[in-house]
């Protein structure tokens, strides 16, 4: 009776997925700019001896940030519209019936 139907309880993939992205946005963007923002990037490299290296940190956090803030856009995007597809196994099976 319930062929190709997921449960009710369970959401579809596309909607995992999507949270999925949200969430590594969100978590990868936070953290990006923390170090970015902050000191803390600059004090663990002087820790470590590598403080030559903080005048780099732009070109490597900025593009890393900017990437994490598109994901999470992307996700959201997913997310809003529902997954949404002209491909899903319910359309398919409507168009062959009226044609």
């Given at each position: 009776?319930?062929?190709?139907?997921?449960?009710?309880?369970?959401?579809?993939?596309?909607?995992?997925?999507?949270?999925?992205?949200?969430?590594?946005?969100?978590?990868?963007?936070?953290?990006?700019?923390?170090?970015?923002?902050?000191?803390?990037?600059?004090?663990?490299?002087?820790?470590?001896?590598?403080?030559?290296?903080?005048?780099?940190?732009?070109?490597?956090?900025?593009?890393?940030?900017?990437f994490f803030i598109c994901l999470l856009a992307y996700g959201l995007n997913k997310q809003q519209?529902?997954?949404?597809?002209?491909?899903?196994?319910?359309?398919?099976?409507?168009?062959?019936?009226?044609?």
């Amino acid at each position: 009776m319930n062929e190709g139907k997921l449960p009710a309880s369970e959401p579809p993939p596309d909607a995992k997925n999507s949270r999925g992205l949200v969430i590594t946005g969100i978590v990868g963007a936070g953290i990006v700019a923390l170090c970015c923002f902050t000191p803390i990037l600059v004090g663990l490299l002087a820790v470590l001896g590598l403080g030559a290296l903080t005048g780099y940190l732009d070109f490597v956090l900025l593009p890393a940030l900017l990437f994490f803030i598109c994901l999470l856009a992307y996700g959201l995007n997913k997310q809003q519209s529902g997954g949404a597809s002209c491909c899903t196994g319910s359309s398919l099976n409507k168009e062959g019936k009226d044609g």
